[in-house]
């Protein structure tokens, strides 16, 4: 069975700070896809990125970078500089690659950015 | 990535009664899925809405007290049934499998619903 763990539950940063949020994953299959989820108060659940299991490469754009490490079955996530608008619950989910299958996703880390 | 809109927005209903959801996306795509989010939880998959055929519901969830319909590639409807406040969630839904979202589900703006 799948699982994926978010160990914390919620963080509060001072704006400019950098921040990051574990994700740490179990899974049997041996092909899979990794993703990041934001969530804003608004509600709606925003895709920030998909990563295969065989491409380990960490992966950057603008303040946001995710280190994927298979040998710690981890996806972390770091945000530099935030800002007040990163304040969200952020989501680490998990399926299996190949088809379609359904999303196991993390119990959710909230970060508070306050100015 | 596919333009996903879900009505309503919100809603407050008393407890016995039934809403019906609509998610519709601009472009055709291959699995349409619901979701329920308790306040404070995380995602909980409902089921995958089947075109041309029943859903496929996961574990803990009936079609009695979910009906769901998927008439075509681009529309999805999903009942709460018999309302109870323990349905009071935000629902959304999802889609996969189209032009320029493969293997990836991108989420509608999903519905507020507070049962009374």
């Known amino acids: 069975a799948q699982k994926v763990t978010q160990a914390q539950t919620e963080i509060s940063v001072v704006e400019k700070e950098d921040v990051t949020l574990d994700c740490v994953y179990e899974?049997?299959?041996?092909?899979?896809?990794l993703f990041w989820y934001k969530q804003p108060p608004s509600g709606e659940l925003v895709f920030l990125i998909r990563?295969?299991?065989?491409?380990?490469q960490n992966e950057i754009s603008g303040r946001y970078s995710w280190n994927f490490q298979k040998s710690t079955s981890s996806f972390n996530f770091t945000i530099t500089a935030s800002q007040v608008v990163d304040s969200a619950v952020y989501f680490c989910?998990?399926?299996?690659?190949?088809?379609?299958?359904?999303?196991?996703f993390g119990k959710g880390t909230m970060l508070l950015v306050s100015p | 990535s596919a333009v996903i809109s879900q009505k309503p927005s919100r809603d407050i209903c008393q407890r016995g009664t039934s809403l019906t959801i609509q998610c519709q996306v601009d472009s055709q795509v291959t699995m349409m899925f619901w979701y329920r989010q308790q306040p404070g939880q995380s995602l909980t998959l409902i089921a995958t809405?089947?075109?041309?055929?029943?859903?496929?519901?996961e574990s803990g969830f009936v079609i009695d007290k979910f009906p769901i319909s998927r008439p075509n590639l681009t529309f999805s409807t999903l009942t709460v049934s018999n309302m109870s406040p323990e349905d009071s969630s935000i629902y959304l839904c999802?889609?996969?499998?189209?032009?320029?979202?493969?293997?990836?589900?991108?989420f509608g703006p999903g519905t507020r619903l507070l049962v009374l």
């Open positions: 990563r295969n299991s065989f491409d380990e």
């Open positions: 899974t049997r299959d041996t092909t899979y896809y």
């Open positions: 809405a089947n075109q041309g055929s029943e859903a496929t519901y």
């Open positions: 989910a998990l399926s299996e690659a190949g088809g379609y299958s359904t999303l196991t």
């Open positions: 999802s889609v996969e499998g189209g032009q320029g979202i493969a293997e990836t589900q991108y």
